[in-house]
């Protein structure tokens, strides 16, 4: 199992996007690299996750970009 995903949102105030990779591994291992500013999401992401995936080294990256106008504000 080999795998690849990229998603990104827009929002007034920044983009928001989510990278997983994974390869093939006997156990579950999960790692996380997410922007102090959005640590209090990777508890949601690591139930979604383990949810849906039961073997793997996935690792997950997690960014905002604030928008120009955002910054200002």
Do not use: W
């Not at 996007?17 to 156990?27: C, D, G, K, P, T």
């Not at 959005?38 to 508890?43: D, G």
């Not at 139930?47 to 039961?54: K, N």
Request: hydrophobic fraction near 45%; glycine fraction near 6%; aromatic fraction near 6%.
């Amino acid at each position: 199992m080999t795998g690849y995903a990229l998603a990104s949102a827009e929002h007034p105030r920044g983009a928001l996007s989510l990278e997983l990779r994974s390869v093939n591994a006997r156990y579950l291992d999960l790692q996380f690299r997410v922007a102090d500013e959005l640590r209090a999401l990777e508890p949601v992401l690591r139930e979604a996750i383990v949810a849906r995936v039961s073997r793997g080294k996935v690792d997950c990256r997690l960014a905002f970009t604030p928008s120009a106008g955002a910054a200002q504000a």
